[in-house]
């Protein structure tokens, strides 16, 4: 498996499981790139498991801090 088939993988894992699960929330492109993003230093840091990826992906995402809106 190619390292852009990995990344596809487990972002797919992760989208799934947290669209399903409702905790996307949010500008969905925002989303995106904060899953990818994590996946991407586990990579760079020589991760290959998929699920790991994935589920770390997942608890990254369930974690952040939520954004608050600006007062005007």
Same mark, same amino acid.
């Given at each position: 498996?190619?390292?852009?088939?990995?990344? #596809?993988?487990?972002? &797919?894992?992760?989208? +799934?499981?947290?669209?399903?699960?409702?905790?996307?929330?949010? &500008?969905? +492109?925002?989303?995106?790139?904060?899953?990818?993003?994590? =996946?991407?230093?586990?990579? =760079?840091?020589?991760?290959?498991?998929?699920?790991?990826?994935?589920?770390?992906? =997942?608890? #990254?995402?369930?974690?952040?801090?939520?954004?608050?809106?600006?007062?005007?």
């Amino acid at each position: 498996m190619t390292d852009l088939e990995l990344r #596809a993988q487990s972002f &797919e894992i992760a989208w +799934k499981y947290l669209d399903q699960s409702g905790l996307l929330t949010g &500008e969905r +492109k925002d989303a995106a790139r904060f899953i990818l993003n994590r =996946i991407d230093r586990m990579m =760079i840091r020589g991760e290959r498991r998929r699920l790991l990826l994935s589920n770390a992906a =997942i608890d #990254a995402y369930r974690m952040r801090p939520a954004l608050v809106p600006l007062e005007a």
